[in-house]
Every structure is written in C-alpha cells, then in structure tokens.
C-alpha cells in the first residue's frame, strides 16, 4: 500500500512539475551563473590539496541547488491548503507517509535533474572527476532535498501565508549556506568560523562530496557526510509524516 | 427508526493558539440516522467545520468520542475514511489540473485500479452532468460545475455518509437549487446520508429533514424544522428567522416575538 500510494502522489506531482518546463530549467540558472561568471575566478587560486578548483566549487553548487530549491518546496502547500488539495487527500485512506514520500521523491528527481545539466555545463568548463564520484554527489543531492523537503514542507504548515514563509526560508537558508562553506571550502576559514561551520549539517555533506569529486570514497569525510545525511533525511521524513497526519494543528 | 450512522457524545476541540486556547468545539452530543439529511446550522464561527473535520478524522477530538458507519473516530481512522466522503467549503480541485485527472487520481486514492478508477470518473461524470468537461482544467469550471466536481470526487468510493461544508456558498440561484435536488436524489437513489452544513435559513428549510443548531460551539437545539419553529418561534407558522434568533439568543426572544399566524 505504501509503495501503491507513494507511486500515485509521485506521479500526480511529477506531471505537475512537467507540466511546467519552464519552472523545470529556471532551477538551475542560479547554480550556472555562478559557475559560469564565479567558477573562472578560482581557476588559479590553490583551494585544497588535491584536482583542480572545480572539483571544489561544482559540489557547492550540487549542494546549493538543493538548498535553495528543497527549502522552497513548501510554498505549494501553502497553495494547495488554500485550494482544499490537502484536506481531499488526508480524508482518503491513503498513507500518510506517502502523501510526504510521493512528493519529496518529485522533488528529488527535479533537482537530480537540475544537477545533472549543471555537471555537463560545469565538465564543458573544464570539470574533471571520477563517475563514481559525480554520482555519489547527486545522491547526497536527493538526500539533502528529501530532508529538506520535507522539512520545509513541514514548516508551510505552521506558516500558513506565503508572505511569511518566504523571508522565514531566506534567514535560514542564507546563513546556511555561507557557513558550511558551500562556495569556498572551510579550510580556508579563520579557526572561529571553521567550528561554527562545524554546527550546520550541511558542512558535512559538502566536505563528503568534494572527497567524492577527489576519488576517494572511504574518507571520514565520507562516513561524516553519509552519517549526516542519511540521519537528517530520517529524521525530517517523520517530523514531515507527523505533520502530514495532523496537518499542523 | 433507521439505525445511528454517525453517533458523537461530548465531542469537543480546543486550538491552542499565540493568543491562549480557543474552545472551537465544547462537547457536541448529536445521532445522524441512516438515509437522513441533516443539516448543521449555526452562525459564523459556530463550530460547524472544526466538527465536520473531526467526523472525517481530519482534526484530532481533544474530548469525546464519536462514531462513524460503525467504526470508532479514534480505534479506527481507516475504517471511517472508508466510510465517508468530505467537500470541504473551499473545494478540493487544483485549479491547473484536469477534470479527468483529478477523478481518477482520487479513484486511485481510494484504492481502484487504473481502469476502475477511469470507469468511475466517466461514470461520476455523467451522474453529475459534467461528462463534457472531462477534458477541461478543474479552474475553468464555473462555480456550480465545480460544486458538482467536487462533489463528484467525494462520491468516488460510494460512502455511506457524505459531509458537506456549506456547499452553497457563492453559488447562484439556479446553481443552488441544482445542488439541492443533487442532494435529494443521492438520498433517494443511492441511500446516502447527508451531512451538511448552512448558516442560510431557506437551505435549512428547503433540504434538511432535521436541523442540528450549534452556537458557539454546543448544540443550542435540534428537531425537525417544523417543531423548531412551534417550540422557539412560537408557530408552525413562524419564520426560521426568528426561530433562529429566538435560539441563539441573538435578536428578539421568543416572547418578542410577533405571532406571525394568530
Ligand atoms: N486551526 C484553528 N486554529 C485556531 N482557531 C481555530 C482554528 N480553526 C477554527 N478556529 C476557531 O474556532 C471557531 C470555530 O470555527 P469553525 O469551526 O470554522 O466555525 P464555522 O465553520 O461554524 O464558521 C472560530 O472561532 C475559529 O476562529
Ligand atoms: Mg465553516
């Protein structure tokens, strides 16, 4: 039942999103202006010890794609709590886990996507790095927007206007984003900054696919950033599910 | 007398919000028959869609308990889903998606097949005089189109109890007079019983067979339209306006009352 559910609510939400291609490329202009007019900059600074500076920028990217775009998602909530589009699902019996699954999984595939043209502009700019490891990095790309997904559509349910709920995710996502060193690795920070940057989670995720990027796949980086993310995902998947069964009340 | 559909004792429900709890809901004792049309009247803010919402499993009690088509508001959510359909007064269509995909993805949430779920939306289609907007978006419909739409996907799964939240709300005359005889013949052909929910008078007169008054969040009266008017308005005669005055004491009490018939 579970899968059936999550199967439907899924594909409801992805033929939403293909209805819109537009909406679909827009995601990723963000992500490409930076690597197009903010990745050449880096080209000669020595940014870590080891491959070229795009394997350190393109994984901050991966990772921003996710964070702009995952955190966003419970804007649609918020509409369709307004349309009456929750409460006709909710009075059903389908799994509550699934009415959170079959959306966040939507969500991930978008932004895989996204992720995707964004590795081929960045290996047209000059990006080298392992398959195995492009492919980890967009795994810890679906992790991150299952979490973050599911948080944020946790979040539209307490914040019931669009009014409210879009300068909430800018203050969460913009200091987010700078301290775990997304653009510019953390080692490059004053001590201070680097044990902050330590608090946000996504510190770990980034570090994990950058070593990913580098070819190594059994770093503590690694064990950190998978150990992170999987932890993260779990945990807003049942505050998402608790809040999907209340509907935030 | 038909059995008890729906059963509720001391149902009740408190928001806890910034500004201290509010008691929306402070115990509502109510028994709906079966095949019955009963309306749930009251003013703004009665309490008449917190308690809709509860009967669906929508919002959790925090007093009472209730039962629905036999199965138990708190043991058995699952089994009342199964039982009940809900138009919430906003609807429950996203205006950007087809008529058809909307049918059938609700087929499919109440667990038919592919093509069950295609049959049935044909099926509910022309029941309900829409089976020529099948292939529109939900958002072009008028207003007594998607009544009947929204309508139409809480039928999906053939429920014992179907619970209406002012479904007439905004429609226009000749929408609202459909509406009615769609509720009847739901009634009459399909044995439904009927929930519903009005703060208009002349709905309450015209389609309940009995009337459930809620003020401020407790039944204030209840009985057929007929017998609410002898024993508030003052006769048979009286105007389910003043009766509706007389009971929640907003307006003129019973002994203002002008007899209308003397
Ligand atoms: N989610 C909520 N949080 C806080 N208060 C609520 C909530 N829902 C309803 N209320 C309050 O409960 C009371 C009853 O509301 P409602 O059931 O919608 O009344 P009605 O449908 O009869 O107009 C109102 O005072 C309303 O403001
Ligand atoms: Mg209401």
């Known amino acids: ?249 | 007398m038909a059995a008890a559909v729906i059963s509720a004792a001391g149902l009740a429900r408190t928001f806890q919000t910034k500004r201290g709890p509010v008691e929306a809901v402070r115990g509502i004792d109510l028994t709906v028959r079966e095949r019955e049309i009963l309306g749930f009247l009251g003013p703004n803010g009665a309490g008449k869609t917190t308690t809709l919402r509860m009967l669906t499993t929508l919002l959790a009690p925090t007093g009472g308990t209730a039962s629905v088509a036999g199965h138990d508001l708190a043991a058995d959510q699952v089994g009342v889903r199964r039982a009940c359909g809900y138009v919430a007064q906003s609807g429950g269509v996203d205006p950007s998606i087809g008529v058809r995909e909307e049918l059938v993805t609700q087929g499919r949430l109440y667990r038919l097949t592919r093509d069950q779920a295609a049959a049935r939306a044909r099926e509910l289609a022309h029941d309900l005089g829409f089976a020529g907007l099948l292939d529109r978006k939900c958002g072009t419909l008028s207003g007594g189109q998607r009544r009947r739409l929204d309508i139409a996907m809480a039928l999906t799964h053939r429920p014992k109890v179907l619970f209406l939240d002012e479904p007439t709300t905004g429609l226009d005359p000749g929408s609202r007079a459909d509406l009615w005889d769609l509720v009847r013949r739901l009634r009459d052909e399909h044995g439904t019983t009927v929930f519903l929910t009005t703060h208009y008078l002349d709905e309450a007169d015209a389609l309940a067979e009995r009337l459930v008054v809620v003020d401020q969040g407790v039944v204030a009266a209840e009985g057929t339209p007929s017998a609410l008017k002898l024993r508030y308005g003052g006769s048979i005669d009286a105007s389910l306006q003043d009766t509706f005055l007389a009971i929640t004491g907003r307006g003129p009490s019973p002994a203002d009352v002008t007899p209308v018939a003397v």
């Open chain 1, 1 to 249: 039942m579970l899968l059936h559910d999550t199967g439907l609510i899924y594909g409801r939400y992805l033929r939403q999103s293909l209805r819109s291609r537009f909406a679909l490329l827009f995601g990723v202009l963000m992500p490409l202006l930076y690597l197009l007019f903010f990745g050449p900059l880096l080209t000669r600074l020595p940014l870590g010890p080891r491959g070229s500076s795009w394997q350190v920028l393109v994984p901050g990217l991966l990772l921003q794609l996710s964070l702009f775009g995952a955190s966003f998602a419970g804007f649609a909530i918020i509409l369709e709590n307004g349309q009456g589009v929750v409460e006709r699902m909710r009075v059903t019996p389908v799994s509550r886990l699934a009415l959170l699954l079959g959306r966040v999984l939507r969500d991930a595939t978008v932004f895989v996507f996204q992720a995707v043209l964004l590795v081929l502009a960045a290996v047209a700019m000059g990006l080298r790095a392992p398959a195995p490891g492009i492919l980890i990095g967009f795994a810890f790309v679906a992790l991150l927007t299952v979490a973050l997904g599911s948080l944020s559509y946790a979040l539209a349910f307490k914040v019931r206007t669009p009014q409210e709920f879009g300068p909430l995710i800018n203050a969460l996502t913009m200091p987010s984003m700078l301290l775990s060193g997304l653009m510019l690795p953390m080692t490059l920070a004053p001590a201070w900054l680097d044990v902050l940057s330590h608090l946000v989670p996504f510190r770990y995720l980034v570090d994990a696919v950058r070593d990913a990027y580098a070819g190594s796949y059994t770093s503590t980086h690694m064990l950190y950033g998978v150990l992170v993310a999987v932890g993260f995902a779990t945990l807003a998947v049942t505050v998402g599910t608790r809040v999907f069964r209340t509907a935030g009340a």
